[in-house]
């Protein structure tokens, strides 16, 4: 076992070297590390920064779907929607909980997400005009979030690492409906398949956002990933996704909205992958700092929630002072 570090005269912890370099040992070991752990603030604040960033974007992220679930065409289609929807509020709910395993509360995070402090991924503040951009987000978005995450399932955090596994079996499921939702436009009418075709046309180049500016542009990736938080950087996970899904999209006979998509043998050393455009950085940054066209209806939705359960916390925090009352009361017979 290894101290914190030096208690300076003022109570604040400094972080020595050895403590620096021990606690990288650890990591290099690939040991997990565990809440009671001693671990730099810097470590332990970038967690709570991702973790509760990834929480905001599950609850958010059942905004967009949620809208369509009291207007799917059959009851199976009502009854696979429903179950990814209530997933993703589940995915936010272990999520938090982990990142409560490092000192924050769920209120704070919370709070920060209504004040606009806390971010959320860019994704969910786009629109779901048609009943195609259902199929489309489970392919592309759940499609991004898998590629994303099967590397966090390694995550150094003990407690995200763990939640992160069946978070994914779960995005396994939400992509293959989507997927399926889709093959079935496309081997519908021409109505059916154009309108498969235009919801990838709008949700292709935000999905690749997904994964966060290029890496020269990232601020955290390179410590986080020398911490092993990240296993890969954004623009490695973003190559991936598009090399996996590309031939997806050919199967089911509709194009993706790239101009510049061409087919490298030469790329990833040599196993060959594609070279394709520029994103829209600029539209990027707008969307993350508040300006995309679903900002201001998504934290008003949020907000609504969460003044709307105020009773129910209220009422579960009396029921719980009351028992624990009753408790120290029995006790004391
Ligand atoms: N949107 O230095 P980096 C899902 C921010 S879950 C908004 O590269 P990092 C499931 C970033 O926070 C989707 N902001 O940052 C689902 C940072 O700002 P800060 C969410 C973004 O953390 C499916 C700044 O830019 N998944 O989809 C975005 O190393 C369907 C600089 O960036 C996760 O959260 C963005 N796209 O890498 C639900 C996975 N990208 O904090 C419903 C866990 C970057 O300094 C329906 N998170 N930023 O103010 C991660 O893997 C990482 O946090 C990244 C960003 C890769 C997202």
Not at 64 to 73: D, K, S, Y
Not at 109 to 129: C, R, V
Not at 174 to 183: K, P
Request: net charge negative.
């Amino acid at each position: 076992m290894y101290s914190q570090g030096l208690i300076g005269a003022d109570g604040t912890t400094e972080e020595t070297e050895e403590f620096l370099a021990a606690f990288q040992a650890r990591i290099d070991r690939e040991e997990k590390i565990e809440p009671n752990d001693p671990m730099p603030e810097g470590y332990r604040k970038t967690l709570i920064r991702q973790i509760g960033q990834h929480a905001h974007s599950e609850i958010v992220g059942m905004l967009p779907e949620g809208n369509w679930i009291t207007r799917a065409p059959s009851l199976r289609r009502k009854a696979a929607l429903l179950a990814k929807v209530q997933d993703e509020g589940g995915h936010g709910l272990y999520l938090y909980s982990a990142a409560e395993t490092l000192g924050v509360s769920r209120e704070q995070m919370t709070e920060e997400l209504l004040s606009g402090k806390a971010k959320y991924s860019s994704i969910f503040n786009y629109p779901t005009p048609t009943w195609a951009d259902m199929g489309t987000i489970g392919w592309l978005v759940d499609g991004a979030a898998i590629m994303n995450q099967i590397p966090l399932c390694r995550c150094s955090y003990g407690p995200y690492a763990r939640a992160m596994i069946r978070v994914c079996k779960e995005e396994s499921f939400h992509q293959r409906q989507g997927y399926e939702l889709l093959i079935s436009l496309c081997n519908g009418t021409k109505e059916q398949k154009d309108m498969a075709q235009d919801s990838i046309n709008r949700w292709w180049w935000p999905s690749l956002m997904m994964f966060g500016p290029h890496d020269a542009d990232s601020s955290h990736s390179e410590q986080s990933m020398k911490w092993k938080i990240k296993r890969f950087s954004n623009d490695e996970l973003r190559q991936k996704f598009i090399d996996a899904t590309v031939p997806q999209a050919e199967y089911l006979g509709l194009t993706v909205p790239d101009p510049d998509l061409k087919w490298n043998p030469e790329k990833n050393n040599g196993k060959g992958g594609y070279d394709h455009g520029e994103i829209n950085w600029v539209e990027f940054w707008q969307v993350v700092k508040g300006h995309g066209q679903m900002n201001r209806d998504r934290i008003k939705a949020r907000k609504k929630a969460w003044n709307d359960g105020e009773w129910v916390r209220d009422a579960a925090l009396a029921h719980a002072e009351k028992r624990a009352a009753r408790q120290t009361a029995q006790a004391a017979e």
